[in-house]
Every structure is written in structure tokens, then in C-alpha cells.
């Protein structure tokens, strides 16, 4: 089976949460990891907690909603990087708010970094990916499927479904594969920054809801950007992978 052995890896919101899980699992599977983040404790703490792996991570501070930013840091990692083999746009805001109270600067904080933020990283990082690189970007089962006050969050991960097969056909002359990933209900409360990082309070309920009898760990959208950036997907290039469970695909009647 693939092995990302010293493939160089970027991972967008990469201190935190899915894109915690995603950073550590790649580095213990021998990939050189960049994980980006714009909270500086939570790169450190990462670098900290994985002492082990600290030489196969170059953490670099990045806001991905700032064009200078995204801008700065890929130039910062060309100068120490020859290329980017795995790109995961994994970095993501939610503002739960009614519609009439959310304000036009929060719907464009969350569009920026969820959404546009896709289309920065990839557009600065191809200069430095090769034939065969590989590109996953991190959408969410709310682009399918909504619960109250979530406009903005579900737009931005509607669209980053649609820009994920847009790419893949325009990358596809380059050689470089692009593919989402949906998650569904993720319990990230334990793959915080130490500083925050809490036990889940998951029920019993809260588990039998998903035909696969649990809710989702971080781990599990690792495992699989691990097997759509491999050679054993190399056919598979513009889709959007439901990873939830079940949850989406169960229908619910009121008793």
C-alpha cells in the first residue's frame, strides 16, 4: 500500500482539530508536513506534543482569508521546498448566527476562509507541484444537508464542492488530481491546543444515529486524504467523498 514517505505535504489549518489529526498522521507515516495555521500556540503546541515528529513539520503562522499572507508564506516555502507533492485545504470557520443578525463581515470571513482560501493556497502553491501531485480540499456534509443559522458556512463548503470538480478538470493536463472530502459529525474537542483540549461528552444517542454505531474522530478524514492522495486512487480524480458515517444516507421518520 502507499506510503507517503518524504512526500512534502501542506495542510491548511493543520494545528487544530481534523487538520491536527491530519498533520500528525501524515508525519508518522514519514511525509514532511507544513502545517499552516493562524494560531501561533497551536503550531508550537503541535511541534510540542509531537516532539517525535518536530523534524518532519515546518510549521508556518498563516491567515488563509489574507491574499499577502497566503502570498508570503508560499514564497517562504519555496525557498526551503523544492515542491509540494499533497496539498489539503483543510482550514475552516463556522459563524452560527440567524440570517437577519449576521453581518456582512462575518458572512465574508467565513466565504474567505473557507472558500476562498482554496482557491489562494492552490494558486500560489502550483508552481511547485509536480505531475502526480495531489490536491483534497475539506467541504463538509453541510454542503448536502443544513441545519438552522448556518448560511454562510454551508455556502462556502457548497462551493467548495463545485470548485473542487471545476479544478480537477483544469488541472488535469498538469497531471494533478483534485478531490473533496465531506465530513460529517467530527468530534474534535480532544485534538485541540492543549490549552483548550477537552474530553468528548458524546451520548449513547449521539453514536446510534450513524449506521456505523459511532461519531466520527479526526483520524478518520486523515486515513482517508492518506488513501485519495495515493497511487491506489490515481483513477480517482473530481469526486467528493462523504465521509459521515452513514449519517446522511439514513432516513428518519417521526414516531
Known amino acids: 500500500m502507499f506510503s507517503p514517505t518524504n512526500k512534502k505535504v501542506v495542510v491548511t489549518g493543520g494545528a487544530q482539530g481534523i487538520g491536527r489529526a491530519i498533520s500528525k498522521i501524515f508525519a508518522e507515516q514519514g511525509a514532511l508536513v507544513s502545517p499552516w495555521d493562524i494560531d501561533q500556540e497551536a503550531l508550537e503546541d ?28 508560499a514564497t517562504h516555502l519555496a ?16 459563524i452560527v448566527k440567524p440570517l437577519e443578525e449576521l453581518s456582512t463581515e462575518e458572512w465574508n470571513r467565513v466565504i474567505a476562509t473557507n472558500l476562498q482560501s482554496v482557491y489562494l ?7 511547485l507541484m509536480p505531475r502526480g501531485a495531489s490536491i483534497i480540499n475539506i467541504a463538509s456534509t ?17 462551493g467548495i464542492l463545485a470548485l473542487t470538480h471545476a479544478m480537477a478538470i483544469s488541472l488535469a493536463p498538469r497531471g494533478i488530481r483534485v478531490n473533496a472530502i465531506s465530513p460529517g459529525w467530527i468530534e474534535t474537542s480532544n485534538w485541540k491546543k492543549r490549552s483548550i483540549r477537552k474530553e468528548p461528552l458524546l451520548r449513547d444517542i449521539d453514536h446510534l444515529q ?10 478518520d478524514i486523515a486515513y482517508a ?20 458515517g452513514g449519517m446522511t444516507v439514513k432516513m428518519i421518520y417521526a414516531e
Not at 210 to 219: F, I, N, T
Not at 227 to 233: G, H, I, N, T, Y
Request: net charge negative; with cysteine; hydrophobic share 40%.
Open 142 to 158: 453541510r454542503a448536502l444537508m443544513s441545519e438552522p443559522n448556518t448560511e454562510a458556512y454551508s455556502a462556502s463548503k457548497g
Open 210 to 219: 450513524h449506521p456505523a454505531g459511532r461519531v466520527g474522530k479526526p483520524e
Open 225 to 244: 486524504c492518506l488513501f485519495l492522495s495515493s497511487e491506489e486512487a490515481s483513477f480517482i480524480t473530481g469526486v467528493n467523498l462523504v465521509v459521515d
Open 46 to 73: 503541535l511541534q510540542d506534543e509531537y516532539s517525535g515528529l518536530a523534524s518532519r513539520f515546518l510549521p508556518l503562522p498563516c491567515d488563509v482569508a489574507s491574499e499577502t499572507e497566503v502570498r508570503e508564506s
Open 79 to 94: 525557498k526551503v521546498w523544492n515542491r509540494v507533492d499533497i496539498l489539503i485545504n483543510n482550514a475552516g470557520i463556522n
Open 121 to 127: 493556497v492552490t494558486r500560489y502553491l502550483l508552481p
